[in-house]
């Protein structure tokens, strides 16, 4: 299992160790001065992640190459962008992020306001969001970290205002035609919270055209995981515990939907389980069946 902690890229072993994979080129900054954002990984095992203005994708011997970007530079996030454009020299917005790989080998990247295909040395504009104000300030529209992509191409965005429900999420097809937002019932059986009381941590692509929400009430303690597919919305795991504790002193087996310790903030769907991480001292497999 592979964690991008923001520093560097990590490797969980079975046997519970940890193996830094950040990878470097020689004459190019640690990882820890990198800036890394996102972690997707390969069909042949290399990791892409981006930083510091750039896409990157990290062997599995640690060299680093450059798919994307320019390194240091930045557009604007009002500033007009191409339909298209050649990925080698482009400038992104702060925080480019890679969401996903399509069955094709296609790399889904978000930036600012921007959806992208990256592929064969191109950028191709898939959706567009206008930047929010804030202040004096401008900012993005949704949170690339903390958003996904399913391998047939469906973005899944959890908006960047932090105050902003689950209806608030939009949902990108894989053609980038219709993106909506993402409709849910007000009630779900097994949830004692109205949805419209939920806010989105994170979000992660079924593989079936479905999403898995890690997300929390701001006001009441408590904080779910939800699998919304198909036109129905399922409670996967759910806790009461408080965020105050950093530790959970659970090892063994117990019911997802009566766990005893909060969250961790990140999600990730994987071949029937999904993983809970960020934040805490701890990872969680919660075990869901295929879907995809």
């Known amino acids: 299992m592979y964690f991008n902690t923001g520093e560097h890229l990590v490797l969980l072993g079975t046997d519970g160790k940890y193996e830094d994979v950040s990878g470097r080129q020689a004459g190019e900054p640690g990882p820890e001065d990198r ?19 750039q896409v990157v994708s990290v062997a599995s011997d640690g060299q680093l190459t450059v798919l994307a970007g320019t390194a240091g530079k930045f ?29 094709d080998g296609t790399v889904v990247v978000a930036d600012g306001g921007a959806v992208w295909s990256l592929s ?3 950028l191709t504009l898939r959706y567009r969001q206008a930047a929010l104000k804030s202040g004096a300030q401008y900012v993005s529209p949704f949170l690339g970290a903390h958003s996904a992509a399913d391998p047939d191409g469906t973005v899944f965005l959890n908006p960047g205002d932090y105050s902003a429900t689950l209806a608030e999420v939009v949902v990108v097809p894989g053609d980038g035609q219709g993106a909506h937002k993402l409709t849910l019932p007000a009630k779900v059986p097994g949830l004692g919270v109205a949805t419209a009381e ?11 055209d479905g999403v898995y929400i890690n997300a929390f009430n701001e006001k009441k303690r408590g904080s779910y995981v939800l699998h919304v597919h198909d036109g129905r919305v399922d409670l996967v795991a759910s806790t009461t515990a408080t965020a105050t504790s950093p530790t959970c ?11 005893p310790c909060y969250f961790p903030d990140g999600i990730a769907y994987r071949a ?8 805490r001292s701890y990872v969680l497999d919660i075990g869901v069946g295929r879907t995809g």
Do not use: C, I, Q, W
């Open 35 to 53: 800036g890394l954002s996102g972690l997707v990984v390969r069909g042949d095992g290399s990791m892409v992640v981006g930083e510091n203005g």
């Open 120 to 122: 064969g040395g191109r």
């Open 198 to 208: 939920l806010l989105p941590a994170s979000l992660a692509g079924d593989g079936a």
């Open 75 to 103: 557009r604007s996030l009002t500033a007009s962008v191409p339909k298209s454009a050649a990925a080698a020299d482009f400038r992104f917005a702060r925080g480019v992020t890679p969401l996903g790989v399509e069955k």
């Open 272 to 279: 029937g389980h999904v993983y809970l991480a960020g934040n």
């Open 249 to 259: 002193g659970v090892h063994k087996a117990v019911a997802a939907r009566d766990f």
